[in-house]
């Protein structure tokens, strides 16, 4: 089916699609390393082409995370063409296509299975600077934390399910936030040398933060009371829509992490749900803040100072909530 779309002849690759291919040839700038990331997931939104942009969106991310830039994508597609229409199917690749040509990669192939459940994503191959990157490891004490999208589409996508009856506006919020890339992100990294950084993704905001903690040797206090809450999420977690992963995440999180005395429970929830294509956390030193912040906002995204990153000590808890 890929073949049926338009594809523009590119230099980066060395065959054509159109000739059905088992493979693709790509021709590698010089100079640059491989970053290398995949992802599938299935529907969180019931526009099908909505749902292939936010699919791509999502794989895509990781290689924004390390400061690369995608390069190739190929598709990775489960779908039940035996009950539902090649339609849809058409309508979730044409939404990926389209977010890996605004990404400025190519894409190169891909791969369909016959299943009984939807689910799409992508292997995506980019380019990084061998030389300025970021990492899980890369957090220093005196970092600041600068957050990039809102928090709460985990929770948003269950009440969407449960049928609320405000679904097309949930839905829209979702496809909103959800299919934005993390494009700026990837580029306030590779110009700033930003050294520790990483998306929000499965394992929520406190999940992911306490990945950076450990493999950085240190600790971050993250400040409740400026995560940027998705006003309609606080709503329905506060009504009990956590979905099961969010859960998960804060029980797996919890003998590492220290919260406030006093503190709205439907919040503390949200730092552990479970994002689909969530933003990026960049750990900034404070000499680079302004430049920054200046570049998230003019691409339109978040800059929002979420917390700080302190030397660990003697108490175990690597994510202090404030």
Known sequence: ??????????????????????????RFPAGKAMVQSVDILTPIVNNPYWFGQIAAANS???????????????????????????????????GGMDKVRESGAVMAGGHSIRDEEIKYGLSVTGTIDP??????????????????????????????????????????LIYAWGSRLNKAGG????????????????????????????????????????????????????????????AANKKFCQSSVTLPDKADSALIDLVFDAQTSGGLVLAVPQPQMAQ?????LEAGDLAVHIGQVVAAD???AKLRII
């Open 1 to 26: 089916m890929l073949a049926s779309f338009k594809v523009l002849k590119d230099d980066r690759l060395l065959n054509n699609l159109a000739d059905y291919e088992d493979a693709a040839i790509v």
């Open 187 to 246: 580029k306030a990294i590779e110009q700033l040398g930003l050294k520790g950084a990483t998306d929000i993704t499965g394992f929520g905001l406190g999940g992911h933060l306490l990945e950076l903690a450990r493999a950085s040797g240190v600790s971050i206090e993250l400040w409740l009371r400026d995560i940027p809450f998705i006003d309609e999420a606080v709503k329905f977690a506060g009504m009990g829509f956590m979905p099961g992963g969010s």
């Open 131 to 172: 030389e300025k990157f970021a990492s899980n490891n890369g957090l220093k004490p005196g970092d600041h934390l600068l957050l990039t999208k809102p928090i709460g589409t985990g929770v948003l996508s269950t009440a969407l399910k449960a049928g609320v009856k405000e679904s097309a506006k949930i839905e829209e």
């Open 314 to 316: 003697s108490s175990g």
């Open 60 to 94: 895509l991310s990781d290689v924004y995370a390390m400061g690369g830039e995608p390069y190739t994508a190929m598709n990775i597609v489960c779908f039940p063409i035996h009950k539902m229409g090649r339609d849809i199917l058409k309508e979730i690749l044409a």
């Open 292 to 296: 920054a912040q200046e570049m998230l």
